[in-house]
């Protein structure tokens, strides 16, 4: 009998919108695809995740000693104590593990060799980069990330498999750890074969950008935008407005829409694809961070033409060179860019379908289920 496949989804709740929790449930279905009927799935205890197609395992939370404590050993989330504790008691059920990034594989994957079974690390983006950009408490507020090279480098040169969403993120790695014969980018896709609807209503003379506007990673590059860009758009596109739409804004989000009219805020909208797809051009003035920005993803799958800073096009370079498509560095490229955009809205070779159809061509679910076959079903 074939054994099972643990994938610890811990490091997010599926249920609740955003990056983490997008990529994650990507990866469960492309798992359940390939493997069906042999799929365990860890989650946050409180998240209440229940799926027919799968068995799910909940995992409480940490004390804060227990976090504390943790730290010596790499513990650094929620699955890291519990996951080797759960395979001990089932050392004959599992073959495979798969672990959200190498961060949080290096303090349990000697413990899960150590039981004869196989450990996949999925790395979501190059944590140093991340947890600097974020001021993480295990950086010492952005200060230095000694802690997060060395479990991440354990996690990383250990890891039987390395997956990547990104080829930067890959060359990075190598670059910084050295590089290993089983790295692999399997890229981000969609969670489900559903495609979206496309936007039926009026078009607003409008560009749209969407992140969490709590986040301190979000907060600086969009005050930059404001600083640097923000005029050229301005002069540019006269009568256009910039529609910034995000999760709970920070009093400095608030502060900077209330300088600049060109700025429409929109707080925690409800929809917020249906609302941001109503917008002619999606904007992303991310200019740090590293990974896979997903957002732009709500852009193409909206089939809008995308205008993104170069930092954040990372993981979409079959789409770089495409008339809807423009990546920019410095103010006149982005002026460039919004040029090229509208040159391209006013063509006739301009369809919002046609960016939807090479969005699910790139993205789409069978997409990355393929993907892993070629790896995993060797």
């Not at 959200?100 to 994957?109: D, Q, R, Y």
Request: charged share 25%.
């Amino acid at each position: 009998m074939n054994k099972r496949i643990l994938i610890d989804a811990t490091n997010v709740n599926i249920s609740i919108p955003g990056g983490g929790s997008f990529c994650t449930k990507a990866y469960i279905e492309a798992f359940l695809a390939l493997f069906p009927d042999r799929i365990d799935v860890l989650h946050p205890q409180e998240a209440g995740i229940r799926d027919k197609r799968y068995r799910t395992i909940d995992v409480p939370r940490r004390t804060r000693l227990q976090q504390i404590a943790g730290v010596g050993k790499g513990y650094f989330h929620r699955a890291a104590p519990f996951i080797v504790d759960y395979l001990r008691q089932n050392k004959d059920t599992y073959q495979t593990v798969l672990i959200s990034t190498g961060l949080f594989a290096g303090g349990v994957i000697a413990d899960i060799h150590a039981l004869g079974m196989q450990v996949i690390v999925l790395h979501h983006n190059y944590e140093p980069e991340y947890r600097i950009d974020s001021k993480s408490i295990l950086t010492l507020k952005g200060k230095t990330d000694i802690l997060i090279r060395h479990w991440e480098r354990k996690g990383y040169l250990h890891a039987d498999i390395n997956l990547f969403l990104t080829q930067d993120d890959l060359n990075r790695f190598g670059k910084e750890y050295g590089y290993r014969t089983n790295n692999y980018v399997t890229g981000i896709f969609e969670p489900t074969q559903t495609q979206q609807e496309l936007q039926q209503g009026p078009i607003d003379q409008s560009a749209v950008i969407t992140c969490a506007l709590s986040d301190i990673q979000n907060q600086a590059p969009l005050m930059r935008f404001a600083e640097h860009y923000l005029p050229v758009f301005e002069n540019t596109l006269p009568d256009w407005k910039i529609r910034l739409m995000g999760r709970n804004p920070s009093e400095t989000i608030y502060d900077m829409a209330d300088k600049h009219d060109t700025i429409l805020l929109i707080p925690n909208p409800e929809d917020i694809r249906s609302l941001a797809a109503e917008s002619a051009i999606y904007l992303c003035p991310m200019d740090a961070g590293g990974g896979l920005k997903l957002r732009i993803m709500d852009g193409l799958r909206s089939g809008q033409p995308v205008l993104v800073h170069e930092r954040s096009a990372r993981g979409y370079d079959a789409l770089i060179g495409t008339p809807y498509f423009y990546t920019y560095h410095d103010p006149a490229s982005f002026e460039q860019g919004l040029r090229q955009l509208i040159r391209y809205m006013q063509s006739a070779d301009y369809s919002r379908e046609k960016i939807q159809d090479k969005h699910y061509e790139t993205f789409g679910l069978e997409v990355g289920i393929e993907r892993l076959r070629s790896i995993l079903c060797k």
